[in-house]
Antibody, heavy 122, light 106 residues
Framework: QMQLQESGPGLVKPSETLSLTCSVS??????????WDWIRQPPGKGLEWIAS???????YYNPSLKSRVTISVDLSKDQFSLRLTSVTAADTAVYYC??????????????WGQGTLVTVSS | SYDLTQPPSVSVSPGQTASITCSGD??????TCWYQQKPGQSPVLVIY???KRPSGIPDRFSGSNSGNTATLTISGTQTMDEADYYC?????????FGGGTKLTVL
């Protein structure tokens, strides 16, 4: 059964760069059937999609975050990563990684990682 | 940008049917999925492709999507179904989530 696990610093200073990694186990990230995504959730609020990457390196970004976000993939380690620059307190959130199933009849996220809380504070 | 609108809260008595709506422009032309999130836990997929249930999801969960509204229906609601529910669709290669609905079972 596939599992995803986020890792990275839990505290980032304002104006610095947030960097997270998602490790995939129980299957290969090099599958033509899936994208690999980052989604976040500010405390007490709803879900916000951040970015997607395909194993070939193709990417999609949330237009509202695109100027600050980079998503990348490391096939040799079955990992994908997120970088978010110039963070502010508004970027404080639980960050989830998720596998996205891609089919002609819609896409969906399953499974999700357990999430990691990143706090932006000096 | 594309918006999905959900009621902030829905209440239901145990054993009754709960309906949670998700509204968006011509949403029926898109495929919708639904996630359940319990406090302190990650979201779990409960409906995909408008009305399909992943393995392990009870058949009391069902979905529909037509016109401008998608609906998640929980028949015979149980106390364990109390959670936040989010609808999600795709627009212009971007995932869009509804604001979430808190389902209270009392």
């Amino acid at each position: 059964q596939m599992q995803l696990q986020e890792s990275g610093p839990g505290l980032v200073k304002p104006s610095e760069t947030l960097s997270l990694t998602c490790s995939v186990s129980g299957g290969s990230i090099s599958s033509s059937s899936y994208f690999w995504d980052w989604i976040r959730q500010p405390p007490g609020k709803g879900l916000e999609w951040i970015a997607s990457i395909y194993y070939t390196g193709g990417t999609y970004y949330n237009p509202s975050l695109k100027s600050r976000v980079t998503i990348s993939v490391d096939l040799s380690k079955d990992q994908f990563s997120l970088r978010l620059t110039s963070v502010t307190a508004a970027d404080t959130a639980v960050y989830y990684c998720a596998r996205r199933h891609i089919e002609r009849a819609g896409n969906w996220f399953d499974p999700w990682g357990q999430g990691t809380l990143v706090t932006v504070s000096s | 940008s594309y918006d999905l609108t959900q009621p902030p809260s829905v209440s239901v008595s145990p054993g009754q049917t709960a309906s949670i709506t998700c509204s968006g422009d011509k949403l029926g032309n898109k495929f919708t999925c639904w996630y359940q999130q319990k406090p302190g836990q990650s979201p779990v997929l409960v409906i995909y492709q408008d009305n399909k249930r992943p393995s392990g999801i009870p058949d009391r969960f069902s979905g529909s999507n037509s016109g401008n509204t998608a609906t998640l229906t929980i028949s015979g609601t149980q106390t364990m179904d109390e959670a936040d529910y989010y609808c999600q669709a795709w627009d212009s290669n971007a995932a869009v989530f509804g604001g979430g609905t808190k389902l209270t079972v009392l």
